[in-house]
């Protein structure tokens, strides 16, 4: 497995989880989320792609329950396409059909309430999807 950090994003319609992991990619932990259509989105973007410096970024797919396509598909598409502009970094979309819900039952069962989980989710959705992305990688 290559050596360095990896970046996950959690793509919604009004907020982005963000995810990192150590370069050794053992530990994901939650970093920021971020505001969908904030005016300077693309420097935040660009701030994280500077500090991480990540050789992987993974965009939660959010694909239906029988594996077909939606609106929320087409959303995280988009969003993988700005990030291409931004990065040459590769792009790779995970399946996260069950992240948030997973997230919000994690959080429930640690006693984190649902007022306090609403600003936490996302990132612990992203959280999700980088560790079952780093799962893949380390089985390859």
């Not at 971020?34 to 701030?47: M, P, S």
């Not at 992987?56 to 694909?63: E, F, H, L, R, V």
Request: negative net charge; hydrophobic residues 40%; charged residues 25%.
């Amino acid at each position: 497995m290559q050596r360095g950090r990896r970046l996950a994003f959690d793509y919604g319609d009004v907020r982005i989880g963000v995810a990192a992991c150590d370069p050794d990619a053992i530990l994901a932990s939650p970093v920021t989320t971020l505001k969908v259509g904030a005016r300077d989105l693309n420097e935040q973007l660009q701030r994280l792609f500077d500090e991480y410096e990540p050789i992987a970024i993974y965009i939660g797919k959010p694909s239906n329950m029988d594996g077909s396509s939606g609106s929320a598909v087409q959303k995280a598409n988009a969003f993988g396409e700005l990030l291409a502009t931004l990065s040459d970094t590769p792009i790779v979309f995970i399946d996260e059909r069950m992240s948030t819900l997973s997230a919000a039952k994690n959080m429930r069962e640690s006693g984190v309430s649902a007022r306090d989980a609403r600003s936490r989710i996302d990132q612990a959705a992203a959280v999700a999807i980088l560790e079952f992305a780093l799962s893949i990688e380390k089985n390859q």
